[in-house]
Nanobody, 128 residues
């Protein structure tokens, strides 16, 4: 059984920063990609950013910077710990949402089965 546990959400003022963490546990052999999605009230869940085991990153246009790929948000990953992080800077009220961790192509032992998993989410509220 694979579990994803998020942490780091909370209330922050506009312009502030938060760092989200998500640790995957279980009999994991490998995880192809890990990422963060978010769902604001009344809206669909959307990709924020993801990162492959090789370090290739992908960011949503809403968090990309004008001159840098990562912009306000930076995703990183510790493969040895099966943990993904999301550093969020210059937060805006429109970033308020439940942030969900996602693990793509998780191979477990001894079965060798390959599945995707979701965390339960952590709430980020940006408000003064």
């Amino acid at each position: 059984q694979v579990q994803l546990v998020e942490s780091g959400g909370g209330l922050v003022q506009p312009g502030g920063s938060l760092r989200l963490s998500c640790a995957a546990s279980g009999s994991i052999l490998s995880i192809f990609a890990m990422g963060w999605y978010r769902q604001a009230p009344g809206k669909q869940r959307e990709l924020v950013a993801d990162i492959t085991s090789g370090g290739r990153t992908n960011y949503a246009d809403s968090v990309k910077g004008r001159f840098t790929i990562s912009g306000r948000f930076t995703i990183s990953r510790d493969n040895a710990k099966n943990t993904v992080y999301l550093q969020m800077n210059s937060l805006k009220p429109e970033d308020t949402a439940v942030y969900y961790c996602h693990a793509d192509d998780v191979v477990v032992v001894p079965s060798g089965s390959d599945m995707d998993y979701w965390g339960k989410g952590t709430l980020v509220t940006v408000s003064s």
